[in-house]
């Protein structure tokens, strides 16, 4: 898939044989284009800032936005889940399936958000 609307960070086979895809931060242009695309082509910049800016630094120039992606196995879009606000979660890390339930696994936070149902 080109140009995806975020970084993905996995990608895990859903209950019902879709791909799953946690989007840790989206690319939603604001008043500035997205802070990683701006990086993106200076490798040297990166690996500045991944040494001297601490993880939770990026917290306050990427926004709080949950999204998944829902793919069908020749790569199309099937469905997404959002939380525009972050209210629940954001930076979707993992998305797993199991009985009904979808588990979005997120790097920050210090529980585990849990929908039910598991169609998107």
Known sequence: MDNMIGYPDNIRLSDHQTFLVGITTP?????????????????????????????????LLLPRYALVLELGLDGELVGTL???????TWAISDVFQHRGRTYLGNTDLPFLPVLEGGDS
Request: aromatic content about 16%; glycine content about 4%.
């Open 82 to 88: 959002h939380d525009p606000a972050g209210r629940l």
């Open 27 to 59: 690319r939603f242009r604001r008043f500035m284009p997205p802070f990683l695309d701006m990086i993106a082509p200076y490798p040297a910049v990166k690996r500045f800032l991944a040494k001297v800016i601490p993880l939770s630094g990026y917290n």
